[in-house]
């Protein structure tokens, strides 16, 4: 069975421009969530969604970052304009419950310059 | 709110000896438990989880891990170490925070090195 399949999986691009990263989850998940991923910070949640709707917001830092999940099988990361800061690993992962074993992407490693 | 601590950002063990990485969480109420391996350059993998019953978990590649309501541990073990166990290494609580959501707080990873 395919898993969490994310893309691009490297991303370069220069401060101010658009970035859109995508997530398909394992079929029959019901639950995505997006992480980011840095040396300093960790491994952050910021956005979950079940039964596609989003259920908790709070960890997007801020208005430049946007997610969607327009149906059960795909769901995208958007930021803009994206900034140096937003250099990360940003990862998918989908679960069949909420309480239940994450599956985790390969991640997408962001680089903005 | 919950928490998750993890003791040590690195830790090294000799091939061959006991790998004994520690976690502490804080959760209002009872708590599903998860410890995760990421390997360079991939995303995180579920090595074993706690939900209710038994207390010791086994899980892949030979590591274990008990819950000590009492001491709000959740330590993981593996008797011997090997090469392929070097790694990252994150632990992670889920809780039911209220109308319908769950929380899932990851702690901060430990780096397991292996030296020959």
């Known amino acids: 069975d395919a898993g969490v399949i994310q893309s691009p999986r490297h991303e370069v691009t220069e401060m101010g421009q658009e970035v859109t990263l995508r997530c398909k989850p394992i079929s029959g998940h019901n639950s995505l969530f997006w992480y980011r991923q840095t040396m300093m910070r960790g491994l952050e949640l910021l956005i979950y969604?079940?039964?596609?709707?989003?259920?908790?917001d709070s960890g997007m830092p801020e208005d430049r970052f946007s997610a969607k999940m327009p149906n059960a099988s795909f769901s995208t990361l958007k930021i803009q304009p994206s900034e140096p800061r937003d250099s990360a690993v940003y990862f998918c992962?989908?679960?069949?419950?909420?309480?239940?074993?994450?599956?985790f992407g390969e991640g997408s490693r962001l680089t903005v310059l | 709110a919950q928490s998750v601590t993890q003791l040590g950002s690195h830790v090294s063990v000799s091939e061959g000896a006991l790998v004994l990485l520690r976690c502490n969480y804080s959760?209002?109420?009872?708590?599903?438990l998860f410890w995760y391996v990421q390997y360079p350059n991939q995303g995180l993998q579920l090595l074993l989880k706690y939900t209710t019953g038994a207390t010791l978990v086994k899980g892949i590649n030979g590591f274990e891990a008990e819950f000590k309501k009492s001491e709000t541990s959740f330590h993981l073990t593996k008797p011997s170490a090997h090469m392929s166990d070097a790694a990252e290494y994150f632990c992670?609580?889920?809780?039911?925070?209220?109308?319908?959501?769950?929380?899932?707080?990851f702690g901060k990873g430990t780096k397991l090195s292996v030296i020959p």
């Open positions: 992670a609580v889920s809780a039911y925070s209220g109308a319908g959501s769950y929380q899932l707080t």
């Open positions: 959760s209002s109420v009872p708590p599903y």
């Open positions: 969604f079940n039964n596609n709707v989003p259920i908790d």
């Open positions: 992962a989908s679960s069949l419950v909420l309480t239940g074993e994450l599956f």
